[in-house]
Every structure is written in C-alpha cells, then in structure tokens.
C-alpha cells in the first residue's frame, strides 16, 4: 500500500452503497481518486456503470432492501462506507409500516448484512475502515422522521459494537453525521417543504433547514467525501467507534 498523501489508498477495495448520487458519488470518486478501487453499489444502472466507468471501478446494481441480493455482494473489501439512504416524512400515528420497515431494511440490515461479509476479510489482513454514513439525526430527532432517525440512531449502535469487536484487528468503524447536504434526497424535501408551507425553496432552507445550524449553507457532497477518506487514512488510524458531526454547529445547541 502507498502511504504517500497523493494516493494513500493504493492497492485498497472500497465497497459504496448508494454511490451513484449524492455523498455517495462524492465517496466514490474521492476513494477512487486516493488510489482504492471501488465497487459502485446503486439501485440506479445507468449513473452507477457510467460513474464505474469513469473511475475505473465496477458497478454493481442491487437492491438494498433484498437480504438475498445483499448477501451477495463483494466479501473482499478493505474499505466499506455505508451511505444508501432514503427518507420518509409522516408523523408516528400515520407512518406507514412497510416504510418504516423498507427504511430499516435498507439503512440498518443492509450494513449489518455487508458488514458480517467482509469484516473476515478485514480480520485476515489486520486492517479495515467502515465509514457509516450517518446524519445529525443518529444524534439528535425531528419530528415526522421517525423511520430514519430510529436507523441513523440503530446505525450508530451498529458502527461502535463494530468498532469494539475490529479494534484488535486493526479495523476502525465510525460515523459521519452531516447535517443537510446538497444531495438529490435533500432536494426533493426542499421542494416538497415549499409546497407544504408555501414558501420559496431558498426560504424552506434558510428558515427551515438552516434554522438550527450556525453556518447558514448546506454542506456540499464532496465535504462529507474528503472525511470519509481521511477516516480512511493513517493519520486516523486511531479513532474508532465515534460520530464526527459535520453539522455547522446543530449539536452545538
């Protein structure tokens, strides 16, 4: 492996759900850009073989909520950053059952699944990375997200549990909790929210989204991407089993 600060990932396989848009596209170029090779993990064909293509990786198109289809991905990452996502807004009383289980499916059986795969691997060669991409809500709730705040907050369980169980195989696991990102899911509640509150899109961000963050503007994919790898890195070596906030300062509050 290159430990240079060019390509510190060369030689490495990094496994991205979700990696055909958003912070996961971001993650996967920016994996690729540090030397690993990446499997491109998508529900979406077309973005994720164009995205492989132009990285250099491989393109894997699945569907997260089949435990079958999970159980049979990639075992021999080196690198796994659990990213897919999706969301839900309805208050508890009202939430619809299948999307609160499609939900968990997907963001918390998903990584488990993936995780249980090729955590072997990683022990076998004494070094591993896990980056789950959490949100500030595995941190903090809001209302009518129950869904989604219930598995960001079982992601982080999931991420320390994994974190204390690799330590002695030189195998890290943390979570990045970003607040809005500028990603596709972010923008369709933004226009979602101005139709419900009859309000501009730039209003639903700043009186709504923003209202409890200090730094007023959503954080951009490739923000996110570049803590990702350096969690990846030498000089993270040490840190394992928490939750780094890139929030604007909303768990300042």
């Known amino acids: 492996m ?25 993650c996967a170029e920016a994996l690729a850009a540090a030397g690993a090779r990446v499997y491109v993990v998508d529900l979406s064909a077309g973005p994720a073989e164009e995205l492989a293509q132009r990285i250099g990786g491989r393109a894997i198109v699945t569907d997260l909520s089949d435990p079958a289809a999970v159980d049979a991905l990639p075992d021999d990452a080196d690198i796994v950053v659990n990213n897919a996502g999706l969301q839900h807004v309805a208050p ?7 999307r609160f289980t499609l939900l968990q499916r ?11 795969r090729t955590l072997p691997h990683m022990y076998e060669q004494e070094w591993g990375r896990i980056v789950n991409v959490s949100s500030v809500h595995g941190l903090r709730a809001s209302a009518f997200k129950s869904a989604y705040v219930t598995a960001k907050h079982a992601l982080e369980g999931l991420s320390k549990t994994v974190a204390l169980e690799g330590a002695p195989y030189g195998v890290t696991s943390n979570c990045i909790n970003p607040g809005y990102v500028r990603t596709p899911l972010v923008e369709k509640q933004i226009a979602a929210q101005a139709l419900a509150h009859g309000i501009r899109e ?6 709504i989204m923003l209202d409890r963050t200090a730094v007023k503007r959503l954080i951009e ?6 803590l990702a790898v350096w969690l ?11 939750s780094l906030p890139v929030d604007g300062g909303w768990t300042a509050h």
């Open 2 to 26: 290159d430990t240079t600060s060019a390509r510190p990932l060369d030689g490495r396989t990094a496994l991205v759900t979700g990696a055909a848009s958003g912070i996961g596209r971001a």
């Open 92 to 98: 508890v009383h009202e939430f619809p059952p299948d």
């Open 106 to 116: 997907v963001m918390v059986e998903a990584p488990f699944r993936i995780l249980r």
């Open 202 to 207: 730039d209003e639903v961000v700043e009186r």
């Open 221 to 226: 994919p490739e923000e996110v991407a570049q």
């Open 232 to 242: 990846c890195s030498p000089a993270a070596s040490y840190i394992t089993g928490t």
